[in-house]
C-alpha cells in the first residue's frame, strides 16, 4: 500500500486542493499518494474556479474534483498529515490523536524539511523517513513565530493571489520532495 499524504484547509475549496494537485506533480516519481478534505467542507463542491486555473495551469486535470469534509479516517489512514493553518492543525489532532506526530503545518513542515539531515542510508520507506528526519529537526530548532506557520487563504482574492498562494505552497513541499528522493 503506498504512502499518503493529506492535506487539510478550511472548506477544501482553495488551499488543499491546490496543495494536492501540486504534490502530484511534485511527488510523481515516488509511492506517494496525495488527498485533501476540509475542515468546515461541504461534500461535492467543485474546486474554486482560481484554484482550478493554477492546478490546471500545473499540467493537472482537475475537473472531477469534488470537495470533502475531513472525516477522522483519512487522518488515521494518512501517513503524513499537512494542515494550512495551526488552527487547522489542532482540528485534525483532536479528531485523531494518534495523527498527533505526523500532522503539522505546511509551512512548518516545509521549513522543518529545509533543515532537516537526510537519512545516511535509502530507507525502505523514504516518506516515513523524511517525517522522522522532520522530527528530529523539529527537537533542534527554534520555533517560529506563531503566523509563520499559516498559509494565508486567498478565498476572496485575485487570480494573482491565488497564484501567490500556490507559488508558497510550492515552497513548502520543495523541501519535502527532496527530503524523500534523498531517503529513497
Known amino acids: 500500500m503506498a504512502d499518503r499524504v493529506l492535506f487539510v484547509c478550511h472548506a477544501n ?3 488543499s486542493p491546490m ?10 516519481d515516488g509511492q506517494v499518494t496525495v488527498a485533501s478534505a476540509g475542515t468546515d467542507a461541504i461534500d461535492g463542491l467543485s474546486m474554486h474556479p ?3 486555473e ?4 500545473s499540467g493537472a486535470d482537475p475537473s472531477g474534483f469534488r ?3 475531513l ?6 489512514d494518512a501517513t503524513l498529515v499537512l494542515t494550512a493553518t495551526r488552527r487547522q492543525r489542532s482540528i485534525c489532532t483532536a479528531l485523531a490523536p494518534s495523527a498527533l506526530h505526523r500532522t503539522f503545518t505546511l509551512r512548518q513542515f516545509g521549513r522543518l524539511a529545509a533543515a532537516a539531515e537526510p537519512p545516511a542510508e535509502p530507507a525502505d520507506d523514504p516518506l516515513r523517513a523524511a ?3 522532520v522530527a528530529q529537526a523539529r527537537g533542534r530548532l527554534q520555533p517560529a513565530a506563531p503566523d509563520a506557520d499559516d498559509l494565508r487563504d486567498p478565498i476572496g482574492g485575485t487570480s494573482a493571489d491565488f497564484r501567490r498562494c500556490a507559488e508558497e505552497i510550492e515552497r513548502s513541499l520543495r523541501p519535502l520532495a527532496a527530503l ?5
Open 13 to 15: 475549496l482553495c488551499r
Open 19 to 28: 496543495a494536492e494537485h501540486l504534490a502530484r506533480r511534485l511527488l510523481a
Open 50 to 52: 482560481y484554484a482550478l
Open 54 to 57: 493554477v492546478a490546471t495551469d
Open 67 to 69: 470537495t470533502r469534509g
Open 71 to 76: 472525516r477522522p479516517e483519512y487522518l488515521i
Open 131 to 133: 517525517i522522522a528526519a
Open 180 to 184: 524523500i528522493g534523498a531517503a529513497g
